[in-house]
């Protein structure tokens, strides 16, 4: 069982998604008790047991969906009947099963604490964001101004990118005050495994850095992961307005599995004249 839990830890930590069952219940000669746990990760593998092949294939098909919903469901499993198992389980009885999700909290890094990140911070807490604030300059990025967030790093660029552990449930917003800045912090995004890249700024200055960028070697196809200019089109015009557009693009990367990979390079429109 101790081995279950710090599997658990660990693909939250990678930002990996699973399920464990449960038994809650059982009746009859179910192979497995009452308190059986069993990790069924996404790739397909397990561990632990809560019936070998008699019911676990069927376990597997529903925890499939707990975590394609990642909404936690009980199952009732019927083996009334089933032929015993080439390993001598004995098929039989009823189990009822309790899935639930393994994901881990969705993690917003946003570059640069300008205007923009004040709102974007705040709200994106408030919809179940870990926030991490990353700024070069003390006078910004502090706890003073920023204290929903779980993180603030007051340090250049250079020193703090490091320090970050990105993974599948990582969210970038970039909005620093310099486009050089901008460019830099794109360069080291689009190598990570983050779930979504976004980038504020003019389509004039999305391509020059895209271009900046090719000329030193990255793939076109990283940065076709890039949601630049970054935020739902609603018109938005102020900080207020445009924190609101790119928080509701997150929750819509979030809520909508495979869309992160896709490019939105024409769908923004967050000027890169309101960064801070």
């Not at 192979?31 to 632990?48: E, N, Q, V």
């Not at 050089?180 to 689009?190: I, K, N």
């Not at 200019?229 to 557009?245: D, F, K, M, N, Q």
Request: overall charge negative; some cysteine.
């Amino acid at each position: 069982m101790e081995d279950i839990y710090k599997e658990i830890v660990r693909i939250q930590e990678e930002g990996g998604v699973a399920a464990l069952a449960s038994i809650l219940w059982v009746k009859g000669s179910t192979p497995r008790s009452a308190g059986s746990k069993m990790l069924l990760r996404s790739d397909g593998t397990i561990l632990g047991s809560v019936g070998g092949g008699c019911a676990e294939a069927e376990v597997w098909q529903a925890a499939r969906e707990v975590m394609e919903t990642g909404t936690a469901k009980v199952f009732k499993f019927d083996m009334t009947g089933r032929e015993s198992t080439p390993d001598g389980l004995i098929c039989g009885g009823i189990m009822e099963v309790y899935l639930e999700p393994i994901i881990s909290q969705p993690a917003l890094h946003l570059f640069g604490a300008g205007h923009i990140a004040f709102y974007a911070s705040r709200l994106a807490k408030t919809v179940g964001f870990k926030v991490v604030v990353v700024d070069e300059r003390p006078a910004y990025a502090n706890k003073e101004k920023f204290p929903e967030a779980d993180v603030v790093l007051a340090e250049e660029f250079d020193i703090a990118l490091p320090k970050l552990k990105i993974n599948k449930n990582s969210y970038i917003v970039i909005a620093c005050r310099g486009h050089e800045l901008d460019q830099m912090v794109l360069e080291w995004a689009v190598k990570t495994d983050a779930r979504y890249i976004g980038m504020i700024g003019s389509k004039k200055k999305v391509k020059t850095v895209f271009e900046n960028l090719k000329e030193k070697g990255i793939p076109s196809e990283r940065l076709e992961r890039v949601h630049a200019p970054v935020g739902l089109e609603i018109y938005s015009e102020t900080p207020e307005e445009i924190a609101v557009s790119i928080v509701a693009e997150l929750i819509k990367v979030r809520r909508q599995p495979g869309t992160a990979d896709k490019s939105h390079q024409s769908h923004g429109a967050i000027s890169s004249s309101v960064h801070d």
